[in-house]
């Protein structure tokens, strides 16, 4: 039986979530729309850039001014890189896992020149067998598109889960119908998380070492 675990990055691999939303907070305070509160921002940080401007402020929004706003919060993010530091247990996670024999694969609706740098920050190359970003599906999450597609990608496996930090990485796994570990370290709260669909809530990555996740995993449909 092939097991594939597929990981988030942001906020899940490297404590970047909010370092994001502050990217973004000050591209909308160098345009020219509202600035919506730091708060709202945050909570959509999970979702692709695609999808994050006519969440938090509205379809207008993003008409007038989406591609402008993305541009500007790929140029703010660009110096706060040097801040961002791995998640503790992240890499030992990877590794551990693939010494498992379970299949891994990265899955992110950031931008690809960012995961391929936490990839690096990491040292996790040797281990992956996929690295899907936004730019490789139409959608992002919480639709299910990035997760099917990194599926389709590692190959013909059995049984899957995802790990993820947002509500919206829980949506789109139970989307594209298998499971989700949350993490605590994007800033959401248990219960939300879990009331989402979460089957099992944990701080960080390191809290999942020991973890069963064979217990976790659903079958690939």
């Given at each position: 039986?092939?097991?594939a675990?597929?990981l988030?990055?942001d906020?899940?691999l490297?404590?970047?979530?909010?370092?994001h939303?502050?990217?973004?907070?000050?591209?909308?305070?160098?345009?020219?729309?509202?600035?919506?509160?730091?708060?709202?921002?945050?909570?959509a940080?999970?979702?692709?850039?695609?999808?994050?401007?006519?969440?938090?402020?509205d379809?207008?929004?993003?008409?007038?001014?989406?591609?402008?706003?993305?541009?500007?919060?790929?140029?703010?993010y660009?110096?706060?890189?040097?801040?961002?530091?791995?998640?503790?247990?992240?890499?030992?996670?990877?590794?551990?896992?693939?010494?498992?024999?379970?299949?891994?694969?990265?899955?992110?609706?950031?931008?690809?020149?960012?995961?391929?740098?936490?990839?690096?920050?990491?040292?996790?190359?040797?281990?992956?067998?996929?690295?899907?970003?936004?730019?490789?599906?139409?959608?992002?999450?919480?639709d299910?598109?990035l997760?099917?597609?990194t599926?389709?990608?590692?190959?013909?496996?059995?049984?899957?889960?995802?790990?993820?930090?947002?509500?919206?990485?829980?949506?789109?796994?139970?989307?594209?119908?298998?499971?989700?570990?949350?993490?605590?370290?994007?800033?959401?709260?248990?219960?939300?998380?879990?009331?989402?669909?979460?089957?099992?809530?944990?701080?960080?990555?390191g809290?999942?070492?020991?973890v069963?996740?064979?217990?976790l995993?659903?079958?690939?449909r």
């Open positions: 039986m092939t097991d675990v597929l988030d990055i906020g899940t490297i404590d970047s979530t909010y370092h939303a502050l990217a973004w907070h000050r591209a909308w305070a160098a345009s020219n729309a509202a600035v919506p509160p730091l708060w709202r921002i945050h909570r940080i999970g979702m692709g850039g695609d999808r994050l401007v006519a969440h938090v402020t379809d207008a929004t993003e008409q007038s001014y989406g591609d402008r706003l993305r541009q500007q919060w790929r140029q703010e660009l110096p706060l890189r040097k801040e961002v530091l791995p998640l503790p247990g992240a890499a030992d996670l990877v590794h551990r896992l693939r010494d498992r024999g379970n299949v891994v694969a990265l899955a992110s609706s950031g931008d690809p020149q960012f995961a391929q740098e936490a990839v690096g920050l990491l040292g996790i190359a040797d281990n992956l067998a996929a690295l899907l970003t936004s730019d490789d599906v139409d959608s992002s999450k919480p299910p598109d997760i099917g597609e599926l389709k990608a590692v190959g013909p496996v059995d049984r899957a889960v995802f790990v993820g930090d947002t509500v919206h990485d829980v949506e789109s796994a139970r989307r594209a119908g298998i499971g989700c570990i949350a993490l605590l370290s994007g800033g959401y709260g248990r219960a939300e998380l879990e009331e989402a669909g979460a089957v099992l809530v944990v701080e960080t990555p809290d999942l070492l020991e069963d996740l064979p217990a995993l659903s079958a690939v």
